[in-house]
């Protein structure tokens, strides 16, 4: 049996389309927007910035980011306003952020005297860095999130009040009160943490939780 292909493309100065048609029956169609180019199929040079043998993955940094960030950071700073970057769990790279660790993330704000870090427990609790930085570069951070968390086969799977979840939060909040940063903690739970729980209750408690776990470290 012969095999017509066909590779059919439009180009416009807003889009190109190309469109792949076997024996008359369309089999793939890509388009790309100049207003959102792609980069999947291009060649970089890049930088390895961390190697998790554990998920066999390699984060690499291709400089993309740090170029966006700092046009981010320049608008801020003209506007006087504090550019936050957190870091997010490696096991969400595909779904959330490309920034998956505090030594990465410190990385990318260095240059910027008006970008600080959003350290969310639930994203950097498995990072070394975590307490360190807390401790001798409190100046970068501008608040933490906290909350406990709820683990199913080894990843986070949830948000949870502070007297709840898999966290040790006593010995957990010791190390970020180690050091010099006296900044905002925050308590954060999304509807999904929630289910049928009081919000107004679980907020109000945070307070208390939170004094227990400093008393108890």
């Known amino acids: 049996m012969t095999i017509s ?4 493309v439009n180009i416009t100065p807003q889009e190109t389309r190309v469109a792949i048609v076997e024996n008359g029956a369309l089999q793939e169609v890509c388009i790309e927007r100049q207003g959102s180019r792609g980069i999947v199929g291009n060649i970089y040079k890049g930088k390895v910035n961390r190697v998790l043998p554990g998920m066999e993955a ?16 320049a608008e801020a700073k003209a506007k006087g306003v504090i550019l936050g970057l957190e870091p997010i769990h490696p ?6 952020g490309c920034i998956n660790s505090i030594a990465h993330a410190l990385e990318i704000i260095d240059p910027h005297p008006n970008a600080k870090l959003i350290l969310d427990v639930y994203h950097s609790w498995w990072d070394p860095d ?4 807390l401790r001798e570069a409190p100046e970068k951070v501008a608040v933490v999130q906290v909350s406990n968390l709820r683990i199913e086969n080894g990843q986070p799977a949830g948000r949870d009040n502070l007297a709840s979840g898999a966290l040790d939060m006593p010995r957990f909040i010791a190390g970020l009160l180690s050091g010099n940063y006296r900044g905002p903690f925050e308590f954060e739970l999304f509807p999904g943490d929630v289910g049928e729980r009081d919000v107004r209750s679980l907020i109000a408690a945070f307070p208390r939780e939170f004094a227990d776990c400093v008393a108890a470290a």
């Open 58 to 73: 390699a984060f690499i940094d291709i400089g993309l980011v740090k170029a966006g960030f700092a046009e981010l950071a």
């Open 130 to 133: 975590f307490p360190r930085l």
């Open 5 to 8: 292909e066909e590779i059919l």
């Open 91 to 96: 096991a969400d790279i595909l779904t959330k």
